[in-house]
């Protein structure tokens, strides 16, 4: 646990200043994209969703976080999420259309990046050493957002890919005390379920089997299940069960 709040402490003093700048720029490339979504808008928000990632996966964890048992395995999981919107930069894929149904939810997640730091203050811990809101669970809960207001096309894989970071991201609450990413687990099963009816709604399911109603039936009990499971994990974490 001394070598993870260390490495955080490291990260946050040294690169204080480069996360500033990817949080201005985040929300200012979120801000056009809702104001004046341009194809340049939508092509600069693919960069820097590129860039976001590849920075976790090479300054955060390749470089501060190098004395962690198995970062290059996190940094390796970061790489294919970067390669991912690179892939999708080239193909075009993912458009960024508004969709409209998830608006309000997507505004929470927007907030929640900085809510991070703030419990952290609360829990008495002083910057550095503090969770900021360029780590890769809060950049896991910005992605999530966006792609919950920009949902039109469904990048699936994505939020697979996010959904098992979430669970990853299980053990370090009561492992390296970091209370902050119950707030990633709480979005990511809602999430979950709405982008799977999602794409079980576009018709993708029609003919298969079981059914796509019974389908959508073994996602909410699939889903209540794991947000069952996560409570308990949690609870027993910090010593009420």
């Not at 939810?105 to 008495?124: D, K, M, N, T, V």
């Not at 811990?125 to 992605?143: A, D, G, Y």
């Amino acid at each position: 646990m001394e070598i993870f709040w260390k490495t955080i402490g490291a990260y946050n003093s040294s690169t204080w200043i480069q996360q500033l700048i990817l949080i201005v720029t985040g929300i200012l490339l979120t801000v056009r994209l809702y104001r004046k979504p341009t194809e340049n808008t939508k092509k600069a928000m693919k960069i820097f969703m590129v860039l976001i990632n590849l920075w976790i996966a090479v300054f955060y964890y390749v470089i501060y976080c190098s004395e962690r048992a198995y970062y290059y395995i996190f940094a390796c999981f970061w790489g294919v999420v970067t390669c991912i919107w690179i892939y999708d930069l080239i193909k075009g894929n993912y458009n960024f259309e508004r969709s409209y149904k998830y608006d309000k939810i997507a505004y929470i997640l927007y907030a929640i990046p900085f809510i991070y730091p703030l419990i952290s203050l609360w829990r008495g811990l002083h910057f550095p050493t503090v969770t900021s809101p360029v780590m890769p669970c809060t950049v896991t809960v910005f992605t999530i957002g966006i792609l919950m207001s920009f949902s039109k096309k469904i990048n699936l894989f994505l939020i697979l890919f996010l959904f098992h970071w979430a669970l990853l991201g299980i053990s370090k609450i009561y492992l390296y005390k970091i209370p902050e990413d119950i707030l990633l687990i709480l979005c990511i099963i809602p999430v979950l379920f709405l982008y799977c009816k999602e794409y079980i709604n576009s018709g993708v399911c029609t003919n298969t089997k079981p059914k796509a109603h019974s389908i959508k039936l073994l996602l909410l009990v699939t889903c209540c299940i794991i947000g069952v499971a996560f409570t308990y994990i949690i609870f027993k974490g910090f010593g009420y069960i």
